[in-house]
């Protein structure tokens, strides 16, 4: 369906009350970029769809392109051509009630804990009160009950994420687009912190686009695993993960028979060469 098609198919649904459009699709997008002479085409023809509290990662080789991905999606960059939808209308500019967060936690070294939390909440107009009542239960919520004075250069490096993960909570986005968050911290400060997102993201029905290297993250954490390709990168296998339990144990979901099969699966589709 082409792109124009598919805004007004979505459209005339949600005036008829028909279903709702999934919060984010990706629809036919390619990315291009100037090198110099010569022209680095970085994705082609990408099509993918995110749904109502769902939780998505997107994994694939090194440099493939997923980082630009993310960048189009959330209006960074705009795609060479192709289509971004929001609630089923084309992105324009930055979209509302989407969070994003990196590897790199960029909190303001000069800072406390809490009022790195406060910057997103201050730029949405919230009164002070409301404001710091918030962002110290959302601290608390994820493990940082007495940390709230804390400065940046005192906490350990998932402390610290954890920070960043309550700055992006605490403005309540629909949408949590993830560029690797959590690929620096050691594997018991990953386990943690992937559970408390799990938690958090599933029990406040949140939908999450997750960036990762970590076939075993994205396999624990996930719905949905796709599997891009080289560059031009473009989605070779979509795995719908159906694994037992409640979804926010990380070890647990580990511990199914089926997990290693998915991880074995995945990481063979890594393996391929370009389409």
Excluded at 128 to 153: E, I, T
Excluded at 228 to 243: E, F, H, K
């Amino acid at each position: 369906m082409a792109d124009d098609a598919l805004s007004a198919h979505f459209a005339a649904q949600e005036q008829q009350g028909g279903v709702e459009a999934p919060p984010l699709q990706v629809v036919g997008v390619s990315k291009d970029y100037e090198v110099g002479d010569r022209i680095a085409h970085v994705i082609r023809d990408l099509t993918l769809t995110l749904h109502a509290s769902e939780i998505v990662s997107i994994v694939g080789p090194s440099g493939c392109g997923k980082s630009t991905l993310l960048n189009v999606v959330s209006g960074l960059v705009p795609p060479t051509s192709g289509q971004v939808l929001w609630h089923g209308k084309p992105l324009k500019g930055v979209p509302s009630r989407a969070g994003y967060m990196l590897q790199k936690d960029l909190l303001l070294p000069w800072a406390t804990a809490l009022e790195n939390v406060l910057i997103g909440l201050d730029i949405q107009g919230v009164s002070r009160g409301v404001a710091r009542s918030k962002a110290v239960n959302m601290l608390d919520r994820l493990g940082l009950k007495g940390f709230a004075d804390a400065y940046p250069s005192t906490l350990s490096g998932g402390m610290r994420q954890r920070v960043a993960l309550a700055r992006t909570l605490v403005t309540n986005p629909e949408v949590m687009l993830l560029d690797e968050p959590f690929a620096a911290l050691d594997f018991q400060s990953k386990l943690l912190i992937e559970n408390d997102t799990a938690r958090l993201v599933r029990s406040e029905h949140r939908s999450v686009l997750l960036i990762t290297h970590d076939v075993e993250e994205a396999v624990s954490m996930s719905d949905r695993v796709l599997v891009l390709s080289q560059r031009p990168t473009v989605v070779v296998r979509n795995y719908d993960i159906d694994l037992p339990g409640d979804r926010v144990d990380m070890m647990a979901a580990r511990k199914s028979p089926l997990f290693q099969d998915y991880v074995h699966s995945i990481w063979n589709n890594l393996q391929k060469p370009s389409v």
